[in-house]
C-alpha cells in the first residue's frame, strides 16, 4: 500500500469483525494512516445491505469502513484459516466479533494467533465478552443499551424506557476499543508483547453512565426517566421559542446559573438562597423552568440566541441534519467534509475526529467493493498465484477476484 502518512502509518490492522462495534474500531485507527485490511466472509458483510442506499451503495457501509482495503476469505474452512494466519503474521491488530469459541472451533483463536505472531494486539468485540453466564449469548447494541441502564432513564416520566434510534453502544465501544488498542500497542512497544482485549459492548456505554453503582450501593435510589431534565442539574431542559423552534440550555455551573436569571429578567430568582446550589434549584426546578420557558417562548430564536450570546451563557438551538448542513461552526471546522466516491462521485461525510495540530488524520477511501484488494493483497503481498486464487473462487473459499477459470 502506497504511503498515506499519518501518526499510524505503517501500522497493520486486520478487521474480520462484522456490523458495527468492530470494524469502526478499525475505521478510527484507519483514519490515522493504518492500514487496515477488511476481511469478509465472500458473501459479504451485512452492514453492506443495512440501511439508507443509493445505486446499490450503502452509506453505512461507506462511512463504517473508510479507509480499508477489502478481500474475502471464508475462515471457517481450513484454506481460508491459512490465509487469517498469512495476514496477522506480521499484523500489529487483529478486530474480530465472532461469537466467543468460534475463531477457536477453526483453529485461529488467540493461542494460536498469538504464538504466530507474538507482537499481535487481538481485540474480541462480543455483546457480553468472552467469560461470564451471557457469553454465549448473541448481542447487539441494542442489548446493551438495554442491560447497561441507558434505556432505564432514557425518555419521559410517564413514558416507556427508550432506545436511541442510532449505534450508540457501538460507537461507544468502538472508542473505548481504539483507546485501549492504542494502550496495548504503548505497551507492547515498551515490552515486546502483544496481548488480548476482551470488549464487552455493554461494559463501555454502562461505565459513560456514570456514578449510578454508586448512587445505588450508598443511597440505594434507582435513577428514573426525567425527559430533557436531569437528575443532578437545574436549570437544563428544551424550551421552545416563539417562532417554533426548540432550543437546549444547560446551566450547570454556578456562575452561569446566575447569568441565566439575569438575561431572562429574574435576578430575583438567583438571589433566593435555594438557588446557590444543584439540590436546590432540582427542589425548585418547576419555578425555574416555568420563568425561563415564559421568557423564551415570547422570543424569536434569533432574539433567544443573541441574548444568551450577549449575556454569556449557554443555550443551543436542536439540530436536524439540514440545519447541520449549512451550520458555520460545522462549516468553518469542516466537521463534515466532502470526499470522492468511485460510484456516486463527490459525497460528504462525518470528517475525522478529533482535530490533531500536527499529525491530522485524512479520509483517503470510502468502504471498499466487496472483495475490491483480493488481487492486491492475496496475490501482491502474500504470494498466491493467480490459479491459486482462481481455484479457491472455485471452491468458494473467496470471492469476487475478478478472475475466472478461463483467463
Known sequence: MESVGGPLEGLKVVDSATIFAGPVLATLLGDFGADVIKVEHPDGDSLRTMGWEKDGVSFWWTFANRNKRGVTIRLSDPRGARILKELVADADVYIENFRPGTLESWGLGWDVLSAINPRLVMVRTTGFGQEGPYSHRPGFGTLAEAMSGFAAINGQPDGPPTLPPFALADGVASMI???????????????????????????????????????????????????????????????????????????????????????????????????????????????????????????????????????????????????IMKDPQFIERQTIICVEHPTLGPLVMPNVIPILSDTPGSIRSCGPDLGEHNLEILVDQLGYSRQELIELENEGIVSNTGMSSGE
Open 177 to 323: 476499543g481504539a483507546y485501549a488498542t492504542m494502550v496495548a500497542l504503548f505497551n507492547r512497544d515498551r515490552t515486546g508483547k502483544g496481548q488480548m482485549i476482551d470488549l464487552a459492548i455493554y461494559e463501555p456505554i454502562f461505565w459513560l453512565l456514570g456514578p449510578q453503582a454508586l448512587v445505588y450501593d450508598q443511597l440505594g435510589v434507582v435513577q428514573g426517566r426525567t425527559g430533557n431534565r436531569a437528575p443532578f442539574t437545574s436549570p437544563r431542559n428544551v424550551y421552545m421559542a416563539k417562532d417554533g423552534r426548540w432550543l437546549a440550555l444547560s446551566a450547570s455551573a454556578q456562575s452561569i446559573a446566575d447569568r441565566t436569571m439575569t438575561i431572562i429578567g429574574r435576578p430575583d430568582l438567583a438571589q433566593k438562597s435555594w438557588f446557590k446550589d444543584h439540590s436546590g434549584r432540582l427542589e425548585n426546578q418547576d419555578e425555574v423552568d416555568e420563568a425561563i420557558g415564559s421568557f423564551i417562548a415570547a422570543r424569536t430564536t434569533e432574539e433567544v440566541l443573541t441574548a444568551f450570546e450577549e449575556g454569556e451563557a449557554a443555550i443551543a438551538p436542536i439540530y436536524d441534519i439540514a440545519d
